[in-house]
C-alpha cells in the first residue's frame, strides 16, 4: 500500500516587509490601492506614508491602513514638496507619485513642452532623490473617482466602450495598477523603463 503526498511549496518572502513606502496622492483611487496591497504584504507588510490634498479624506485612508504618518498638502506646490521629504524622519525606500491631473490623447498629439510635463512631472520627484530606482507607469482610462469627476455624466458611456473594445473586455481599475506598481517596487532589476497598463488599449486606437 502507497500513499502519495502533496508537494510543500516554499511560502514567498513578503518583499516590501519592514520597508517604508510613501505615496504622494495617496488618499483615493490608484495611490490608495497601492498603499493598501503594500501595506499587506505578508504579516508584516510595508510602512506606508500617505499624502493628499483632501485632509479628511486623508484621515480616513490613514485609519483604514494604519499609517505611520500623513501630511495634508498640494504635491504641485515645491515648497511643501520640499519641506515634507525634510522632515521625513527616517530613510524610505519607494516613492509612488499620482497627484496630478491626467492628460488623455496620445502624446504625439502634444506639443513638445506638453510632452516633457506629462512625463518628467511625475519624474522629477525621485530624481531629486537619487539613487533610486525611477521607473514610469504610463495607464491608460483607469476607473476612480477623479476619471468620475472628470467624465460626469459620460462616466458610463466611456466604461461601456472600453468593456466592449479592450482586448481584456474590462475596464482597467485601480488594483490593475496597484499590482504592477507593488511589482516594480520589489523588482530591484527595474529601473529607467515606462509601463504602459491599459487594457490593450494603445492596440486598438
Not at 65 to 92: H, S
Request: one cysteine or more; a negative charge; proline letters at 5%.
Amino acid at each position: 500500500m502507497s500513499s502519495s503526498t502533496t508537494p510543500v511549496l516554499p511560502q514567498r518572502e513578503p518583499e516590501l516587509a519592514g520597508q517604508t513606502v510613501v505615496v504622494i496622492g495617496g488618499s483615493a483611487g490608484i495611490g490608495l490601492e497601492t498603499a493598501r496591497r503594500a501595506r499587506a504584504e505578508g504579516a508584516e507588510g510595508a510602512e506606508v506614508i500617505l499624502t493628499g490634498r483632501d485632509a479628511d479624506r486623508l484621515k480616513q485612508a490613514a485609519l483604514e491602513l494604519g499609517a505611520r504618518r500623513t501630511a495634508a498638502f498640494d504635491a504641485n506646490n515645491a515648497a511643501c514638496l520640499e519641506t515634507f521629504f525634510q522632515d521625513l524622519p527616517t530613510p524610505i525606500d519607494h516613492v509612488l507619485a499620482t497627484a496630478g491631473s491626467p492628460r488623455y490623447g496620445p502624446l504625439l498629439e502634444m506639443d513638445a513642452a506638453q510632452v516633457r510635463q506629462a512625463v518628467s512631472e511625475h519624474l522629477v520627484l525621485a530624481l531629486e532623490l537619487a539613487p533610486v530606482r525611477v521607473n514610469l507607469i504610463a495607464a491608460g482610462f483607469v476607473d476612480t473617482p477623479l476619471s468620475a469627476s472628470l467624465l460626469g455624466d459620460r462616466l458610463e458611456e466611456r466604461r461601456n466602450e472600453l468593456r466592449a473594445t479592450l482586448p481584456i473586455g474590462r475596464v482597467v481599475g485601480p488594483a490593475d495598477v496597484a499590482a504592477l506598481a507593488v511589482h516594480i517596487m520589489s523588482n530591484t532589476a527595474l529601473t529607467g523603463a515606462t509601463y504602459d497598463i491599459d487594457g490593450g488599449q494603445q492596440f486598438i486606437w
